[in-house]
């Protein structure tokens, strides 16, 4: 299996379970939108909006497999073998309407790609309706896990011109788009390029976007952090002048809405303050402990080095404090670019008699370049989802910022080549900044 495809392998997996393409559930990025509170509630705090945030750490957790107990992970084992089996006793042509398209769903949870995009390109030339969008949303997925990325850029182009933009397309796009940045391929910018005026039209409509079959929606601030996802793109390219171009369209789009939801507005604001932060010096972080040895001072290395790597994360996520120990090893690998990684823990959970203790709670943080951060700084960054990554150049200055994929340590995997190519850029002439999202 390639690099880029083991990125992706855990996130497409969660997404067949938790309905990315079609199981019973809202899309991943979407929400069922809370009414807008009447002008005298808008002070109050929502009950809604406090279960959404006590929520999240949980949320964070059990997106991610490497969280999952052993039963979990062997009832899916069991699961998927099962519809492999059964997918390959199946045959696409004997099956029409939601059979076909249920056939579909079976062969992706058992992982047959192959079968998987046969039934939906059959049930794409069929003309149904109902299940189009998600036909066209499994067929990406299938074509990107066999590797015909050429293919699944067009199915995705295919999908964009034919169908009313909406949820299932939005996110097919932005999954698509992800991968193809992740995998350093400049298709990514294109595509996100192409689906951007959709988007500014959707989200100046104001309210969540509709699923066209289904009800799920899809939140102004999800549509807005996909349409900022091609300025960071954009930035990443050296096209800062499009960019800008792009940030305009967003926010003038957001200027003749009456109302956003207060879920939204956090991550507008999120997505706001990361872009904020390219190109601009490492804000200051206050650091409280070191984890290194006894006798660690917990500062950052005075040396900036090459280039200076944060991994931050709560300490409710297990995913993010198992990437300690590659990027232990990422330090090692690196040490003689001069490249500086740390970890920054911000710590959430507060000590109770029934609870282990502090020092329990943390003690597979040692020998680990991890550092104590307060809670508030993953605002500081717009830090919303984790793992979260922040890295600067030789002269401290951000150059990429966003979530990145738990093997993004690994030797020559995803932030060796992010570290790369800023080195090359502040050797040459051209310093733009780098980013994901």
Known sequence: MSRNRVVMRY???????????????????QTNVPPQPSPNESSRRRPGQSYQEAMRPLD?????????????????????????????????????????????????????????????????????????AHSYA???????????????????????HELPYDPVVAQSFWY??????????????????EQQASLITALSKGGPLKDTHGEAAMSIGTLYEIGLHLAFLQR???????????????????????????????????????????????????????????????????????STVLLMF????????RMLKTLNAFNANEAEARIHAYGLITETQPDAPSEPSREARLKDLEGTPTLIVPSAS????????????????????????GVIPTNAFDRDSYMHHIVQRI??????TAKQPISEQ
């Not at 699961?79 to 004997?94: L, N, R, T, V, Y």
């Not at 398209?101 to 939906?120: I, P």
């Not at 499994?138 to 964009?160: E, G």
């Not at 709560?314 to 404090?321: A, H, K, T």
């Open 11 to 29: 996130w497409c997996v969660v997404a067949l379970i938790l309905g990315v393409y079609g199981i019973d559930v809202p899309l991943l990025g």
């Open 60 to 132: 964070i957790v059990r997106n991610s497999l490497d969280n999952w107990s052993d039963a979990e992970l062997s009832a899916l084992a069991a699961g998927m073998h099962e519809a492999k089996e059964a997918c390959s006793q199946a045959e696409p042509e004997d099956y029409s309407g939601d059979d076909l398209y249920d056939l579909e769903r079976l062969c992706a949870l058992g992982q047959d790609w192959s079968a998987t995009n046969l039934a939906a390109a059959r049930y794409l030339a069929g003309g149904s309706e109902m299940h189009r």
């Open 138 to 160: 499994m067929s990406i997925d299938a074509l990107i896990h066999i590797d015909d990325i050429a293919h699944a850029v067009k199915t995705a182009r295919d999908m964009l």
């Open 176 to 193: 698509l788009t992800t991968y193809l940045e992740r995998s350093f391929d400049k298709q990514a910018l294109e595509l996100a390029s």
């Open 236 to 306: 990443y390219a050296g096209k800062e002048h499009d960019a800008e171009y792009t940030i305009h369209q967003l926010k003038a789009a957001l200027s003749g809405l009456t109302s956003i939801d207060s879920e939204s507005q956090k991550i507008i604001d999120s997505g706001n303050t990361r872009y904020s932060l390219l190109g601009k010096h490492l804000p200051s972080v206050n650091v409280s402990r070191s984890f290194l040895s006894v006798a660690a001072k917990a500062r950052f290395n005075r040396d900036l080095g090459s």
């Open 314 to 321: 709560p300490d409710s996520c297990g995913q993010c404090r």
């Open 378 to 401: 993953s605002d500081a960054f717009g830090a919303k989802d984790f793992p979260f990554a922040v890295v600067t150049d030789q002269s401290g200055r951000v150059q990429y910022i």
């Open 423 to 428: 080195s090359n850029a502040s050797s040459s």
